[in-house]
T-cell receptor
Framework: GNSVTQMEGPVTLSEEAFLTINCTYT??????LFWYVQYPGEGLQLLLK?????DKGSNKGFEATYRKETTSFHLEKGSVQVSDSAVYFC??????????FGAGTTVTVRA | EPEVTQTPSHQVTQMGQEVILRCVPI?????FYWYRQILGQKVEFLVS????????KSEIFDDQFSVERPDGSNFTLKIRSTKLEDSAMYFC???????????FGPGTRLTVT
């Protein structure tokens, strides 16, 4: 079946630190891959996506590259801010209908 | 910017009672979804809805669950006889077409006592 495994949190960082959240997936075919973010008290928002191998998604300084050979889609940001404190979810869509999510990683950035 | 809205934000109900969770998707969207997240667990897909019928559902979405789009704007999830294990955050989402971004609402926290 389709599944997503992402790095467990919580992750606590200082401002301007480098952030990596690991995400690997299991899927048949060629799924689309996503990172969603959930800020406190809000719904899930799409952060970035990639639809085929070697695609790089980027937004708000975050990047993730679709690596088919390692079945990974790790999220990175070079210099985090306090406002990046949120829960981050890796997800895949095998058929462009439903999304399958990872467990979520809570990130706290301290000033 | 258009957004998906959900009401209520928090619903407390007794076991065995019926609940209806309401969602107003973005107005020109055609595909609608319900997901849920039990505290500390993954966000799980429940059901997708298109053209006034269910297009896909998970094994969680049993006969106790139903969805409806009663008018041109609302999209509802009904749980007929709630169980303790139905306690979760329920998210509604919508999209204009498949392979496009799904826009999520803020969620309804359902607590079954």
């Amino acid at each position: 079946g389709n599944s997503v495994t992402q790095m467990e949190g919580p992750v606590t960082l200082s401002e301007e630190a480098f952030l990596t959240i690991n995400c690997t997936y299991t899927a048949t075919g060629y799924p689309s891959l996503f990172w969603y973010v959930q800020y406190p008290g809000e719904g899930l928002q799409l952060l970035l996506k990639a639809t085929k191998a070697d695609d790089k998604g980027s937004n708000k300084g975050f990047e993730a590259t679709y690596r088919k050979e390692t079945t990974s889609f790790h999220l990175e940001k070079g210099s985090v801010q306090v406002s990046d404190s949120a829960v981050y979810f890796c997800a895949l869509s095998p058929n462009d209908y439903k999304l399958s999510f990872g467990a979520g990683t809570t990130v706290t950035v301290r000033a | 910017e258009p957004e998906v809205t959900q009401t209520p934000s928090h619903q407390v109900t007794q076991m065995g009672q019926e609940v209806i969770l309401r969602c107003v998707p973005i107005s020109n969207h055609l595909y609608f979804y319900w997901y849920r997240q039990i505290l500390g667990q993954k966000v799980e897909f429940l059901v997708s809805f298109y053209n006034n019928e269910i297009s896909e559902k998970s094994e969680i979405f049993d006969d106790q669950f139903s969805v409806e789009r009663p008018d041109g704007s609302n999209f509802t999830l009904k749980i007929r006889s709630t169980k303790l294990e139905d306690s979760a955050m329920y998210f509604c989402a919508s999209t204009y077409r498949v392979a496009h971004e799904q826009y999520f609402g803020p969620g309804t926290r359902l607590t079954v006592t």
